[in-house]
């Protein structure tokens, strides 16, 4: 059975988040949609990492940005693994899953990273399963004057229906918010306006249990099992 649902970051509750074996953990688990976090290395190639720097998931310290490529792969993740490539992530995940790639740009903080990912978009050929988002609105109004193909998304902390029309205006579909802030009115809110609604987090029953209530609402979770189990209850 397929899980309708969002992998955060993987499966960070098992695996190291943003690695691949947290991923293919998330595919085997039958989940629709994956969740990942791209930066810019030092030598402009995008990497998977929630965090600017390398200090919480590595073995290693520093920003993201002051290592080329080639030295951010002789650090550890985990036991054994090293940072990967959202190139590498990408090609794991064609033809399998939805990718949700969020860009973790803070204002110039990656000069060229829009231009860099829409390239490996098109390389590995997966403009029709990726949608890009981020809590940096400006990052994806420059995504979509770099292409009119890419689907987009918008990440938020709470419900404001002022950000409708300006989705509308930069045709971005997906919009994303904490659980708290869902309610009945915003869910038809966006329903109206053909915005595909994503929540965060849902890992406790009682998040399950309030964004269940709304079909077309898709749910972002960090414990996949946990949310697999309360899936199947409900809807199998």
């Not at 290592?67 to 090293?82: K, M, P, S």
């Not at 740009?105 to 590995?124: A, C, D, F, R, W």
Request: proline share 4%; hydrophobic share 35%; with cysteine.
């Amino acid at each position: 059975m397929k899980i309708r649902g969002v992998a955060h970051r993987g499966y960070p509750l098992r695996y190291p988040e943003n690695t691949l074996s947290s991923y293919k953990a998330a595919y085997d688990l039958g989940f629709t949609h994956l969740e990942l976090d791209v930066h810019l290395s030092k030598d402009g190639v995008p990497v998977l990492m929630h965090d600017p720097t390398i200090d919480r998931m590595t073995d290693g310290q520093g920003w993201v940005k002051d290592y080329t490529l080639e030295e951010l792969r002789q650090f550890r993740v985990g036991r054994d693994e090293t940072i990967p490539t959202l190139e590498e992530a990408l090609l794991f995940a064609k033809d399998k899953m939805t990718v949700n790639v969020e860009l973790k740009q803070y204002g110039e903080l990656y000069p060229g990273l829009e231009e860099t990912v829409l390239e490996i978009l098109k390389k590995t050929d997966m403009l029709d399963q990726v949608y890009i988002s981020s809590f940096d609105h400006y990052s994806i109004v420059k995504m979509r004057k770099l292409s009119d193909e890419v689907e987009l998304g918008l990440i938020q902390w709470g419900a404001t229906p002022a950000v409708v029309p300006f989705m509308e205006e930069i045709r971005a579909r997906y919009l994303s918010l904490r659980t708290e802030y869902l309610t009945d009115e915003y869910v038809k809110l966006c329903e109206r306006s053909g915005i595909q609604l994503m929540v965060w987090p849902v890992n406790l029953k009682w998040q399950f249990d309030k964004a269940a209530r709304y079909p077309s609402v898709l749910c972002v979770t960090d414990d996949l099992e946990g949310f697999k189990e309360m899936y199947q209850e409900r809807f199998q």
